[in-house]
């Protein structure tokens, strides 16, 4: 093990300490609507804390670093894709949401076209993100790696488990109020790498940027270059990142959960909104600390271990940091993957249960129009179905997934525009039906898989090409089949 004990003793404290905080929202559970939605009695802050740590994986806390340490800065040119695709998000979607009863993102698409889109949208997005979140908590297994000298098969076994329980207790009001703090503590300990970098690098952040400019384009962020291949340039970072945003926040359950946890409307628009100013200066944040990293390289014989920049930032903190802090930020970084994988699980149950299940466990998300015995049912169904993803995410993330960071960024990126693609078809082209939109979605992922094999497309591009071919597919097939009715 190659930190001390009382590093070990930290992070121990963290993990037991924020697993008991979550099992205490067990308490108060009385329908799905308590287990899935947190009764919607969270306010808007936290639940922008939530979002920005779903947002915020294990993978954005070793890769984004790593990509400016051997890169610029120019994954920045994504973020502002976020930022304007939170905007169009709160005029388009937020309000379609809040016109009905919803508990998932699905069941707006069973209103507008049929249960037949829903529960392919539903199969969709739980292919998806059981395949990204394995990615994600895989991540977790090189910190381990780099902190104790072992394998990272009980660092997924430990994480996903403790995940597992406090999630399968308390539902999604423990998601939420456990993002919150794990929040607060990741950016703590990015904080403090900040801080302790600077420290370390003779003549602070003037050598940063002196070396840095040196180096070339290290501090560079835009690239107007447009290029159909290169993933990182204004047009594909503004275009692809505001596609991509508006899919994983406006289409994936994982974070459309978290919007409509909110009291109202109003809320989940200030949440959404809030997270992204957040968001924003988290990833200028992991990039500079990047650019420190190499800098601070520079000066010593610090290395990335076995060439692996992922594991630069996790190096550093197990190396450099003194007593004390080592513990904390490895405890930040448990904290992310806990994080995600908490909302993924809560995320995956609930669309297996209302997209998926009997239209009993619908009538039981509010406990109304149900005897509580079958109202228990439910609760109980839920909990199980937390459980069994539990388990086929600790598998998943057993799978060697290469550079982690692009890696579940490409995953979500071939199946989001199928996604996006169908819930625009819902709201922007009124002559659409369930045959049109089906297919559409299917002829929309199978472009994407084509692309990502067949062809050099940037992955950043993914959701945009998708999108319009979704779109195109579903409303010429839509049109095809009103002509053969009307013939």
Known sequence: MRIRPIDFGIIVFYLVGVTLFGIYFRRGQNSLRDYFLGGRTAPWWAIACSIVATETSTLTIIGTPAIAYTGNLGFLQLVFGYLIARVILCVVLIPQYFRGEFYTAYQLLEKRFGARLKRSAAVVFLATRALAEGVRISAIGKVVSVAFGTGTYWSIVIVTGLTLLYTFEGGMRAVIWTDVVQLILYIAGAMTAFFLLLHKIPGGWTEVTQIAAASGAKLRV???????????????????????????????????????????????????????????????????????????????????????????????????????????????????????????LNSLASSSIIDLGKASSLRAADGAGIDQAATKLSLARSRRMTLAWGLVLGLLALAPWGHVLEAGLTIASITYGGLLGVFLLAVWNREANETGAIAGLFVGIAAMVAARFLTPLAFTWYVLAGTIVTFAAGSLVSFAVRRSHTS
């Open 222 to 344: 835009f690239d107007f270059a447009f290029s159909l291949t290169q993933s990182y340039t204004f047009w594909s970072g503004v275009i692809g990142g505001t596609f991509l945003t508006m899919a994983s926040h406006g289409t994936d359950q994982t974070m459309v959960q978290r919007l409509l946890s909110a009291r109202n409307e109003r809320d989940s628009k200030k949440a959404l909104l809030a997270s992204g100013a957040v968001v924003f200066a988290q990833f200028a944040l992991f990039l500079v600390l990047g650019v420190m990293l190499f800098v601070f390289a520079q000066h010593t014989a610090f290395a990335p271990p076995l060439g692996d920049a992922d594991r630069i930032y996790p190096e550093f903190i197990v190396v450099e940091m003194p007593v004390g802090l080592v513990g904390l930020a490895l405890a930040s970084i448990f904290a992310v993957a806990m994080s995600n994988a908490s909302g993924s």
